[in-house]
């Protein structure tokens, strides 16, 4: 059983910055979560969702295009933690943001909601 935790989300001007976290813990068949692939995704209102950024247990990392260079992802596998730096928010970066594990099973954390204004 994995479970996915996210925080950081909130309310920010265009043009600031935002933290989140994701914390993780469990294992999938045997394999702690922290070693798989982990990404972060994003559910923008009225839009499917899409990949935001994307980090291999050691430590290759993969932008979708609209957050390259404003966005950083990272991960911390002592404190089993994945991160996701946001810099200079845009209005059309405002979503639902949601962790994932990408095992030999998928999970989903329960998202954080990003909001940003003119």
């Known amino acids: 059983q994995v479970h996915l935790v996210e925080s950081g989300g909130g309310s920010v001007q265009a043009g600031g910055s935002l933290r989140l976290s994701c914390a993780a813990s469990?294992?999938?068949?045997?394999?702690?979560?922290?070693?798989?692939?982990m990404a972060w995704w994003r559910r923008a209102p009225g839009k499917q969702r899409e990949v935001v950024a994307t980090?291999?247990?050691?430590?290759?990392?993969e932008y979708a295009d609209f957050v390259k260079g404003r966005f950083t992802i990272s991960r911390d596998s002592a404190k089993n933690t994945v991160h996701l730096q946001m810099n200079d928010l845009k209005l059309e970066d405002t979503a639902v943001y949601y962790c994932?594990?990408?095992?030999?099973?998928?999970?989903w954390g329960q998202g954080t909601q990003v909001t940003v204004s003119s």
């Open positions: 994932r594990s990408l095992g030999a099973r998928s999970y």
């Open positions: 469990g294992d999938v068949y045997g394999v702690p979560v922290m070693d798989t692939m």
């Open positions: 980090i291999t247990r050691n430590g290759s990392i």
